[in-house]
């Protein structure tokens, strides 16, 4: 059956939503508990597609695990297998996740390369590149990563920021002999919860939350993992914000940590938004006119990747031009044609994308390309005239947890459909 989302024009949004567990905090925890030597419990693990998958890639690797109601206990201790194959790991490349540990415990395992995705080449060079400097022998044959031997700490300054790169060194350093440096490192918040994890279990751990990491590896002795609650998907919570933005709505948002949102929320105020907080909960008050912006998107604490095409879906209704330049990678405007197809202006020109706003939107068929751009699109379906329908909405669900429910709960009218296609 074929699937795909309908969504009416919306009238304003209301109400409040609970933000489920980050994505990209539970993927590299999920892989971490290889380094375990007792069972892990993990709590608030969304239930999306990408968290499914790796689990799936885990079990056959040999681990057991039952996972239920935001609730994952694992036990890794049954691994026997340490080949990551590639019919798995071509589905959601946060596979690679898998390479620092299975090595840093097994010493050795086979690791199918991620391959690239709609947003970019995607290499794991730098994965690699800091895994030989710690002593591991790695050859690629038939689009297979071969790693062995034993892992011995050391200093590894990484030419780029990279976020998964940064985690798999981490892993495999907690696990190493000595002393490991990690130069240069991501400090987004899903690493300095990886960190402290691995802290909790028995590692001693410097510098974390910065971009200079050292490591006291435990020379192959297994960790002693605690129990641990994922924290709040800071992306999931930007989309909503987003969605309340361009609706011109006041929403709240329940269990979100607003530090790990300030490089986003400096830009909703640009735009004229304001914010009321208490606790862990956070409203967004519409803007009396939307104001155009200029956004470069940066590693952490700057400006997200991973809220660019979001952020541009509002400007097509800011008054004037917004320019947002996308420095991460090489092909993040996969949503810009489709966001033209339903009445937007926006031209790009490199790494550059111009947003002439504001324009009415007339709702259309529109394509996802990728997890956050399908967002994209469902931000502008809300505004536009009529109905927009947006396919291949699998995208959606890799990291969106309930993501139509939520929507409902807030008073937008979308639904998914499915019909029988050739
Ligand atoms: C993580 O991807 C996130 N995924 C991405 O979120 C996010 O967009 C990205 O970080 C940037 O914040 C997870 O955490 C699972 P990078 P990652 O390595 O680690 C280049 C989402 O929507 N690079 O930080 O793969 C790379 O090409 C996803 O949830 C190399 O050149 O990103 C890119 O240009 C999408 N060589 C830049 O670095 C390498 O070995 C940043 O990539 C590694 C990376």
Do not use: W
């Amino acid at each position: 059956m074929y699937k795909y989302l309908k969504i009416y024009h919306s009238p304003k949004l209301s109400g409040s939503i609970e933000i489920s567990g980050a994505k990209n905090a539970a993927l590299p925890i999920i892989t971490s508990t290889i380094l375990s030597k007792n069972p892990v419990q993990l709590t608030n693990v969304p239930e999306v597609a990408d968290v499914k998958t790796l689990l799936k890639l885990l079990k056959n690797l040999g681990a057991e695990f039952e996972f239920e109601n935001h609730t994952l206990k694992i036990d890794t201790s049954s691994i026997n297998n340490t080949t990551a194959v590639y019919e798995i790991v071509k589905t959601m490349r946060a596979s690679i996740l898998v390479l620092g540990p299975l090595l840093a415990r097994f010493g050795h395992c086979k690791v199918s390369l991620p391959g690239g995705c709609a947003i970019g080449a995607r290499p794991v060079d730098l994965h690699l590149k800091a895994l030989k400097s710690m002593g591991a022998d790695i050859t690629i044959e038939q689009g297979y990563i071969n790693a062995k031997g034993k892992l011995k700490g050391c200093d590894i300054i990484f030419d780029k920021i990279t976020v998964t790169g940064s985690e798999n060194i981490i892993m495999a350093a907690a696990l190493a002999k000595g002393k490991t440096r990690i130069i240069n490192a991501a400090k987004e918040p899903e690493v300095t919860q990886l960190c402290k994890i691995l802290q909790n279990s028995g590692i001693d751990i410097e510098g974390i939350g910065s971009d200079e990491i050292i490591i006291y590896g435990s020379d192959g002795e297994l960790l002693e993992f605690k129990p641990t609650q994922i924290i709040p998907d800071r992306i999931e919570a930007g989309t909503y914000l987003a969605a309340g933005a361009i609706t011109k709505s006041k929403i709240t948002l329940n269990n979100v940590i607003s530090e790990h949102l300030e490089g986003i929320l400096v830009k909703f105020k640009e735009m004229g938004f304001s914010f009321e907080e208490d606790n862990n909960n956070l409203t967004i008050l519409p803007a009396k006119k939307i104001e155009p912006v200029k956004i470069t998107t940066a590693e952490y604490p700057g400006f997200p990747t991973d809220m660019q095409a979001q952020f541009m879906a509002i400007a097509t209704q800011a008054e004037g031009m917004s320019i947002i330049e996308e420095r991460l990678f090489e092909n993040r405007f996969m949503h810009v044609p489709e966001l033209n197809r339903l009445g937007a202006n926006i031209s790009i020109n490199g790494k550059v994308a111009t947003i002439t706003g504001p324009t009415p939107l007339i709702g259309a068929d529109v394509m996802a390309t990728d997890l956050r751009a399908s967002s994209a699109l469902v931000l502008a379906g809300l505004i536009a005239k009529g109905e927009t329908n947006v396919h291949r909405i699998y995208h959606l669900f890799r990291g969106y947890e309930n993501f139509v429910e939520k929507f409902k709960k807030l008073g937008a009218n979308m639904e998914i459909l499915q019909e029988d296609r050739p």
